[in-house]
C-alpha cells in the first residue's frame, strides 16, 4: 500500500507530503548529500540554531498555528487551544412536503458571489412506519450567506407539482448522498463544470452539470469502499490531482460490530482511482467517524481542515438509565425499536486538518457538542456540519468579518429539520495560547517573501505578544508590545523591518501572555 511521508529536504518549498517511491528515494537521497557537503564546506552551519530543522518556503503563503508543523514544539511552552462555534440563528426551514425531518447532507460553494447550497431532503418515516429509503437532492441559494432561498425550478414531480427546489429524485436513482464540487481542473469540459458525487448500488458514481443546476449522471469512479454517507472530492491545484474523502469500514478490536472511517483515494483524470488508504491520525485513539467534510481551507489552501460526525453507540446495545433521562425519550423508544442503534447512538464532531490529506492531526476533544439539553438533541444525527463555509459580515459593525458554518437541528424528531448558521473567527479553529504566565511560541526556520508581518491575534487588556525575527548569522529584530484582538493586524518593529530578511532562513519567536494567535502571513 501506498503511503505519504513529509518530504526531508533542507528546504520545503511547498509544506506538503509526497508519495513514496523509488524516485523520491534517490531524490531525498541525493538532496542529503548536497545538505551534507554543504555543511563540510561552510555553506550551512550545522551547529546555528536556525539551521538545525527543515527550512520550509512558506513564500508569501498564510501560515496557520492548527499543527507542528511551523513549531518547534522543544522551545515552545504555549499549547494548543481548540475554540467553539456560536449558534446564531436558523437560515432554513426544511418544512415542504418532500423535505422533513431527513434532511442532511448539507454543502455548499462559492460560486462568482452566489452561494449554492445542495443538501438531502426526505422525512424519517414512511406513512406505514418504516425508514423512507427515497431522498431526494434538493437546492438553495444565496446572496450573503445569512439569506436563503429556495427557488422553483420546475426539474422534477412532486405530487403532481414541479413548484419546488429539487433537483434530483428517484426518478435518477436512489440517492443517499450528494456532494457538489466546482472542478478546477483547466482541462475540465464546461459542460462537466460542476460535479456531482453520490453512491448508488455498486459503488460511487458522478453526475455533471455545465450550471450547477441541470445534472446528468456521469460515469463510474470506484466500488472500493462503503460511501454510504456524504463523500468528498475536489481537484488539487497544487498536485494536480483529484483528491477523496469516503467512507470506509473495517472490523477489528475495537467493535465487533464494525468501525466507520474515512479513507483517502486519488485520481489524475476523475475516472481512475487509487486504492483507499485509510487515514493517519498517528497514535490518536480510534473511533468511528461518520463523516468527514474536509475542504481546503479558503485562506490558504495548501492546509486541509476536516470537522467528522463522531459516531458513538453503546458496545453492547444496552438502554440505561442516562438514555431515560436524555430528551425526547417517547420518540427515541420508537426509534431503539426499530433498531437499537437508532435510539442508543449519540453524534459530535471535531477538528482536524493535515497538509497532506492523508496524515492528519486530530483534536479528539469535541469541536461541537450536543449542547445543552433541549427537546430535540441528544441524538444520532446531531452535530452533521455541512461541508463549507462562508466569510461574512460580523454582527457588531466595525468589527472584522467572521466566518459562518452551517449544521442541521431537529434531525429525526418528527418536525421539520432546521439548518441554523453559527461563527467562529477566521482561521479560529485552533489557537496557540498562553496563559497569564509568560510563555513562548518559536517556529521552525522558514524563509518567506514580503515586506511586512500581518498576524491573526488577540490578547486580553493585560495580557500582550512580542515578536522577535532572528536569521542564522544572529540579526534580528523586536516587535513592540502588541495588544488587541485583529484578525489582519501589522506588526511594528522596533529596530528593523521584516524586509531586511526576506529570503534568508529566519527563525521566529512569540512571547505571550494571556493571548492566543491563530495565523500569520508576509506581504
Avoid at 460511501?227 to 481537484?235: A, E, G, K, P, R
Avoid at 439539553?373 to 454582527?395: H, K, L, R, S
Avoid at 505578544?465 to 516587535?479: F, H, R, T, V
Amino acid at each position: 500500500m501506498e503511503r505519504r511521508f513529509f518530504e526531508n529536504k533542507h528546504i520545503c518549498g511547498n509544506i506538503r507530503y509526497n508519495r513514496y517511491s523509488m524516485k523520491s528515494f534517490f531524490g531525498k537521497f541525493i538532496t542529503s548529500i548536497i545538505f551534507i557537503a554543504a555543511v563540510i564546506t561552510g555553506d550551512i552551519s550545522a551547529q546555528n540554531t536556525v539551521c538545525d530543522h527543515e527550512i520550509f518556503n512558506i513564500k508569501s503563503r498564510r501560515e496557520f498555528f492548527w499543527d507542528e508543523t511551523m513549531i518547534d514544539i522543544s522551545k515552545t511552552t504555549a499549547s494548543p487551544k481548540i475554540h467553539g462555534l456560536v449558534r446564531r440563528e436558523s437560515v432554513l426551514t426544511h418544512d415542504e412536503p418532500w423535505e422533513g425531518d431527513g434532511c442532511i447532507y448539507h454543502n455548499l460553494i462559492c460560486d462568482n458571489g452566489l452561494y449554492r447550497l445542495y443538501y438531502k431532503a426526505r422525512n424519517m418515516y414512511t406513512s406505514d412506519g418504516k425508514i423512507d429509503l427515497d431522498g431526494r437532492i434538493c437546492y438553495a441559494e444565496s446572496k450573503d450567506g445569512i439569506n436563503w432561498v429556495k427557488p422553483q425550478l420546475g426539474l422534477r414531480e412532486f405530487n403532481g407539482s414541479k413548484k419546488n427546489n429539487i433537483i434530483l429524485d428517484k426518478s435518477v436513482q436512489s440517492f443517499d448522498n450528494f456532494f457538489v464540487f466546482i472542478d478546477e481542473n483547466p482541462a475540465c469540459p464546461a459542460e462537466e463544470k460542476y460535479k456531482g458525487i453520490a453512491s448508488d448500488q455498486g459503488g460511487l458514481f458522478c453526475f455533471v452539470s455545465p450550471d450547477g443546476i441541470n445534472f446528468k449522471k456521469g460515469w463510474f469512479l470506484t466500488n472500493k469502499g462503503h460511501f454510504d454517507t456524504m463523500n468528498v472530492l475536489f481537484w488539487d491545484v497544487a498536485s494536480k490531482k483529484y483528491m477523496g474523502f469516503i467512507r470506509g469500514f473495517y472490523f477489528g478490536t475495537v467493535d465487533s460490530r464494525g468501525v466507520r472511517d474515512i479513507r483517502y483515494i486519488e485520481s489524475e483524470d476523475f475516472r481512475n482511482w487509487s486504492d483507499p488508504q485509510t487515514l493517519d491520525f498517528g497514535n490518536a485513539d480510534d473511533y468511528a467517524l461518520y463523516t468527514n467534510c474536509v475542504s481546503q481551507y479558503y485562506r490558504g489552501k495548501h492546509v486541509f481542515v476536516g470537522f467528522p460526525t463522531r459516531y458513538v453507540e453503546p458496545t453492547n446495545n444496552e438502554w440505561t438509565d442516562t438514555f431515560d433521562k436524555l430528551p425526547g425519550i417517547e420518540k427515541r423508544r420508537i426509534r431503539y425499536d426499530l433498531s437499537p442503534r437508532y435510539g442508543l447512538a449519540i453524534t459530535d464532531f471535531v477538528f482536524m486538518t493535515s497538509r497532506d490529506g492523508y496524515q492528519w492531526k486530530r483534536y479528539d476533544e469535541a469541536f461541537y457538542r450536543p449542547g445543552p439539553e433541549q427537546p430535540n438533541n441528544w441524538v444520532y444525527g446531531d452535530c452533521f456540519p455541512a461541508v463549507g463555509m462562508i466569510e461574512t459580515p460580523c454582527n457588531f459593525p466595525g468589527s472584522d468579518n467572521e466566518l459562518s458554518m452551517f449544521m442541521v437541528a431537529n434531525y429525526w424528531m418528527g418536525i421539520p429539520a432546521e439548518l441554523y448558521r453559527y461563527t467562529i473567527r477566521i482561521d479560529g479553529f485552533v489557537s496557540y495560547n498562553a496563559t497569564y504566565k509568560p510563555q513562548v511560541l518559536t517556529t521552525k526556520p522558514f524563509i518567506f517573501e514580503g515586506d511586512e508581518l500581518f498576524i491573526n491575534f488577540s490578547t486580553s487588556a493585560i495580557g500582550y505578544l512580542y515578536i522577535g525575527i532572528k536569521d542564522e548569522d544572529g540579526n534580528e529584530i523586536n516587535s513592540y508590545k502588541l495588544f488587541g484582538d485583529k484578525i489582519d493586524r501589522q506588526v511594528g518593529f522596533k529596530d528593523g523591518t521584516p524586509s531586511q530578511f526576506k529570503g534568508k532562513p529566519v527563525v521566529m519567536e512569540i512571547k505571550m501572555s494571556d493571548a492566543d494567535i491563530y495565523s500569520f502571513i508576509f506581504k
